[in-house]
């Protein structure tokens, strides 16, 4: 986990076969991932050399680490976690598994803050954060990050589709964490939008159980992932440039 010079953040970028840089298509194709060989019906990116790599393929290693990182932390912040482990290699500058990382450090954090554990959440929240494609945010309009707030507070109240006030809430959450997204502005930004999520699956939480949790939690961060990041936001409040 000591990974935190910006050199180490060079493997995280565009293409994970050959680096170039990943495009975006508005429309719907077939790939074939170039590692496991599964064709991928209505995929909608690939590298400017035409190398597709599935979400399993590129979010694996990731979801391990981010399920054992949270599974083994004491700490109460989820920002502190997630800044941990998005210094890890595993964790690609942008990619599906940021969807996992957002429920999976606010379910540890709070866990951790309350006094107690339960592993089979953290395990849960990474089960459904990874049902969340990449490219979510552009394409559906739902960030998976934001998204990941509401699977949080899902899984911490017990919500299914015919309990009336968890489905609420966690639905409520979701809106909180995708508008200030939305407002945060900018081009997709997978860092930007996972400490965003994070700080408003803080304070809904906290206002939602009347705890001093978010008061307790230091939200600055400055980010040094601008030198990577190609659509970079320099009016970001976590900018560091």
């Known amino acids: 986990m000591n990974v935190s010079s910006k050199e180490n953040l060079s493997n995280k970028v565009d293409c994970l076969v050959c680096g170039s840089e990943i495009r975006y298509l508005n429309y719907s194709t077939d790939f074939k991932c170039y590692y496991c060989g599964l064709e991928e019906k209505e995929a909608h990116f690939c590298c400017m050399e035409g190398h597709y790599v599935c979400?399993?393929?590129h979010t694996n290693d990731a979801l391990k680490l981010i399920e054992s990182v949270s599974v083994a932390t004491d700490s109460g912040s989820p920002f502190l976690i997630a800044e941990r482990l998005m210094k890890?290699?595993?964790?690609?500058m942008h990619g599906p598994e940021h969807h996992a990382l957002v429920p999976a450090v606010l379910v540890a954090a709070y866990q951790n803050y309350m006094g107690?554990?339960?592993e089979s959440t953290i395990s849960e929240a990474i089960k459904r954060g990874k049902?969340?494609?990449g490219g979510y945010c552009g394409l559906?309009?739902?960030c998976g990050g934001g998204i990941g707030v509401g699977i949080a507070v899902s899984i911490l109240l017990d919500a299914t589709p015919l309990t009336p006030q968890p489905r609420s809430h966690a639905n409520w959450a979701t809106s909180c964490a995708l508008s200030s997204i939305a407002?945060?502005?900018?081009?997709r930004c997978c860092k930007k939008s996972v400490r965003v999520a994070l700080k408003e699956g803080v304070i809904y939480l906290s206002n939602l159980f009347g705890l001093?949790?978010?008061d307790e939690i230091d939200f600055s961060v400055k980010c040094n992932y601008g030198t990577y990041?190609?659509?970079c936001d320099k009016n970001c409040e976590y900018n560091d440039n």
């Open 88 to 92: 890890h290699p595993s964790v690609h």
């Open 140 to 142: 559906y309009g739902a």
């Open 212 to 214: 001093s949790w978010g």
């Open 131 to 133: 049902k969340i494609p």
């Open 55 to 57: 979400d399993t393929c």
């Open 229 to 231: 990041n190609r659509e």
């Open 183 to 187: 407002d945060a502005g900018g081009a």
């Open 116 to 118: 107690y554990e339960n």
